[in-house]
């Protein structure tokens, strides 16, 4: 039987259960902001009212001044805990992708196409979409929209498949760099930076081409476009 109740003060942490993790308490308090599902997803308690499973919906509810929704379990023991959270594996974005398409959302329906149409990873086009926090929120809770004015996108993607075919035609070597997520998705914003003349990136491209090499960071490939780019130019960004 699903319970509920206001009143937090009735349930107990489990000596055993691991501590609050802020990044994922605030995960959940934005997927809860956008959609409230939290009487899908009960508080499993014990018959002593400790937190067997869902410490952090109880603390994001309790942020948000929402109901709790629980069930006790009186035979619930402490290596419960461990099971529950060994067996419960995080949805992908492209299990999120799946399931709305399955469900026949023109949205999604779009994006994948929009994938499929330029062969790029699913992380990539949302990059190309927004990198904003609010996206991906939407995304995942089913309200993601895919807009109707996609010019600066493709142009973004002729931009990054231009530097690619640049790079692989004058390089020497393998560059399997080129097809990291990191990669691209830092490009994407080098591309994106304001005041950066894609013509002028790729003429200190040819004469620097010898700086580029794999990464293994954000910052690091962002370091070599901006040393690339600022390389004898009187306008640096």
Known sequence: MILETSDYSIFQKHSSNRNIDKSNLNKIINSIKARNLLYLRPIIVNKNFEIIDGQHRLEAAKYLELPVFYQIQ???????????????????????????????NIEYTKLNEFIKRN???????????????????????????FPDNIVRINNNLFMINEVKQFIILKGFGPKLFLQRNAFTKTLISFLNIEGMLFDKFMTKLELNLQWLRPCTSYTDYMNIFKKIYNYKNPHPI
């Not at 619930?76 to 594996?89: G, H, Q, S």
């Not at 990059?127 to 809770?141: C, D, P, T, Y």
């Open 119 to 145: 062969n790029i990873d699913l992380s990539i086009a949302l990059v190309l979409l927004g990198r904003n926090g609010k996206l991906s929120i939407n995304f995942r809770s089913g309200s993601f929209k």
């Open 74 to 104: 009186p035979e619930a023991v402490d290596e419960d805990i461990i099971l529950l959270n060994d067996n419960m594996k995080r949805w992908t974005i492209d299990d999120y992708l799946n399931y709305y398409l399955s469900k026949g």
